[in-house]
């Protein structure tokens, strides 16, 4: 038991309004013997535990007593329900033992099949064919003039191949505007990579003053690859980071 014996029976004692003449009297044992039940040096028997409770109108033993079914070592633990049942298991004849045993043995069986039959809660995500990966998907960025992403909007999920190539992948992103035609078109979903290097002449993600741009990366300025599309011009006053380069597009 979790809770303290003594100082638990000496506690529904006094929540019951008994002294301890009271209940030593009417229980019909000496005060010396009571005594030694509160202070720990001795303990009821189980059937005179069962009495104290129905005077103390203790119904829930188990819970009174803190117990959890297990010493401190690890043992198996009896309450005092249990220890009924088995004076009265002792006190059968063969036959009724056999009974008991054959009852036991069924309601044992059953709720261990009711255990392994119960369905377990498991968030199931969409099934993956031909040996697929989920991506996050951002909508989107400009090849034109400029739009937000990568910040509080809501990201979907997109499934590509698992291929040796797909797994630089970290997520896809729309283009939006015609800047960088005839390479990507607007509406072009485009595979964006952060493990790999960005180098010039490279065509990577870019966010410019919270504006997200796909442009192919200059030296002094992020190139439009259409011929009638303006280029950045870099200042140093622009607050400019690279959120990856594009190293594929996604097809369905």
Not at 5 to 11: Q, V
Not at 33 to 43: L, P, V
Not at 145 to 161: A, K, M, R
Request: glycine share 8%.
């Amino acid at each position: 038991m979790k809770k303290d014996f003594a100082s638990t029976l000496k506690e529904l004692r006094l929540n019951a309004g008994y002294s301890q003449k009271q209940v030593y009297e009417m229980l019909g044992i000496p005060q010396s013997t009571f005594s030694s039940w509160e202070i720990g040096k001795a303990e009821p028997s189980a059937s005179m535990t069962l009495k104290l409770c129905k005077l103390y109108h203790v119904d829930d033993i188990l819970t009174a007593f803190g117990y959890d079914g297990y010493n401190e070592d690890g043992s198996i633990q009896l309450n005092l329900e249990e220890i009924k049942h088995i004076e009265k298991y002792r006190s059968l004849d063969p036959h009724g033992k056999e009974i008991v045993d054959f009852v036991l043995t069924k309601e044992s069986e059953r709720m261990t099949e009711l255990e392994t039959s119960q369905s377990t809660v498991i968030d199931i995500q969409p099934r993956l064919e031909n040996n697929t990966r989920f991506i996050e998907y951002h909508r989107s960025a400009s090849a034109g003039t400029g739009v937000f992403i990568l910040g509080n909007e809501g990201v979907d999920q997109l499934s590509i191949p698992d291929t040796p190539e797909n797994r630089k992948v970290d997520y896809a992103i729309k283009v939006s505007g015609n800047s960088m035609e005839p390479d990507y078109y607007d509406g072009d979903i485009v595979l964006v990579s952060q493990k790999v290097e960005l180098n010039h002449g490279d065509v990577g993600i870019f966010i410019i003053n919270n504006d997200a741009y796909i442009k192919e990366y200059g030296e002094t300025e992020l190139i439009s690859r259409n011929p009638d599309a303006d280029n950045i011009i870099i200042s140093e006053y622009d607050n400019i980071v690279c959120m990856g380069k594009v190293v594929g597009k996604y097809v369905e």
